[in-house]
């Protein structure tokens, strides 16, 4: 009899190993340890920190693998390699390459067959990027006609869509509520259904020094009175998945500031909802509240917006006072990257 644990494989970005590993965490404190896990950062694959071999071995050997690869990275090369040749379940979790889109499969739901179908005439793309409320509406669709028909291919690409926005909306109960949903689907354990995701507002106001979130911004200055003799400073940080990695800065720049005497406007924004929170939050009858603004995020300003560059472009010239942006330091060690021999873009240090 054979009783080896199913093996779990994920090949994520870097920012997002440890909310990960905390929701894998909470997972086993509630169902026990009834598959085992590997994680594996594109960061460290594209370094050569963790061979490729290791990579290539577990994902031939994984009973369900789960993606977040991102751009054409050595990560993404062995997955392409890899997976076309293996039959288990591949829960994709963010979008990427055709080539990584590709290999998405759960139970009788491919991507390939569907990338493989002839494209239909598209309306033309003016903005930086695809519009992240369209793509968010289309998989509400398909989640909700997973729930309503929950058959066959319908099914699981209803699936599919649910496991992409448990990770998206992220936080640990999320991240525990996707493995119920994967090991219940594609690894056959029988375990209570797991709740809808949580769905966290798209922006809003959260003090990162008492943890406290706000309705709105009256109810955050009812909370937290301004000294008008003092000058106010907004911080713009991540909501969504990245909430947590950009939060460990904005709480740092926060007590600082604090300390110094400064008001503050503590506020986050899920991709694509910032020049709503900016407009929202900082402004009032088209006059800036603040007297500065520090962006902690790491995407531009109106990423995954149709038609918004000239409409930030217009904000930043004509009404934003100072708009400062720290250096992320997220995908690389503070003592590696002293070390290195060669020069790393400052989203890497």
Known sequence: MNNTKPLLVFVITSTLTDVLVTGLELFYQQHGRIFNARIFSTHDI????????SLAQSLESADM??????????????????????????AL???????????LRL??????????????????????????????RMMNLVEKGGRILPFGKLRHAGNWARLMRYWHQGGEENIKNMLTLGAMEYLGFDLPKPPPPRVYPDYGVFDPLSGQSYSDLAAYR?????????????????????FSQSLVPAREFA?????????????????GYNLQAIQACFFSENKPMVDAVVYFQWFQMATFIDSTEP?????LKNSMPPFSRPVPCSAVKLKNGRKATRDYLPLKL
């Open 222 to 242: 009812s909370a937290v009175p301004v000294d008008p003799e003092k000058p106010v400073v907004g911080l713009l940080f991540y909501g969504g998945m990245h």
């Open 107 to 136: 139970g009788s739901f491919s991507m390939k067959t569907i990338l493989e179908k002839p494209p239909k005439k598209q309306r033309q793309q003016h903005g930086p990027g695809p519009d992240m409320r369209s793509i968010q």
């Open 65 to 90: 693998v789960f993606l977040d690869i991102r751009g054409g990275d050595k990560a993404g090369g062995v997955c392409t390699r890899i997976l076309p040749g293996t039959r288990q379940p591949v």
């Open 311 to 315: 409409d930030t472009i217009r904000l």
């Open 255 to 271: 007590r600082q500031l604090k300390h110094t005497g400064f008001n503050l406007i503590p506020v986050f924004a899920t991709a």
């Open 46 to 53: 594209d370094e050569e920190t963790v061979s490729v071999d």
């Open 93 to 103: 979790l963010l979008g990427g390459t055709p080539e990584i889109m590709s290999l």
